[in-house]
């Protein structure tokens, strides 16, 4: 399977973007997707999960209310739409394929990952 993410870019603070992940697969409509991101210097943390139908989303608490994790299987493709976006949101953002139906907030759940799109929030 390979994961494209695209639709990183620099934005101001309180600016929106909304990043996309193609799969090349069909498969991967059986699997649940995250969103995670990396900050130069810092682990690479937990985003956002949904599962293969949609039906199940989760967040970190430090993005929900403002990130929106979706999926539209007839396109094989994830999205995560980013609003009020602030200077702490500043990391590559990668896409991945679970190994399960459910997504998870652990990165050893996830057996395919995207190549990163950046975002920048500028102050």
């Known amino acids: 399977v390979q994961l494209q993410a695209s639709g990183g870019g620099l934005v101001q603070t309180g600016g929106s973007l909304r990043l996309s992940c193609a799969s090349s697969?069909?498969?991967?409509?059986?699997?649940?997707m995250g969103w995670f991101r990396q900050a130069p210097g810092k682990e690479r943390e937990f985003v956002a999960s949904?599962?293969?139908?949609?039906?199940?989303?989760y967040y970190a608490e430090s993005v929900k209310g403002r990130f929106t994790i979706s999926r539209d299987n007839a396109k094989d493709t994830v999205f995560l739409q980013m609003n009020s976006l602030k200077p702490e949101d500043t990391a590559v953002y990668y896409c991945?394929?679970?190994?399960?139906?459910?997504?998870?907030?652990?990165?050893?759940?996830?057996?395919?990952w995207g190549q990163g799109t950046q975002v920048t929030v500028s102050s």
């Open positions: 949904i599962s293969w139908n949609g039906g199940d989303t």
């Open positions: 991945a394929s679970a190994r399960g139906a459910r997504g998870s907030s652990q990165v050893g759940q996830y057996n395919y």
């Open positions: 697969r069909r498969t991967s409509r059986n699997n649940g």
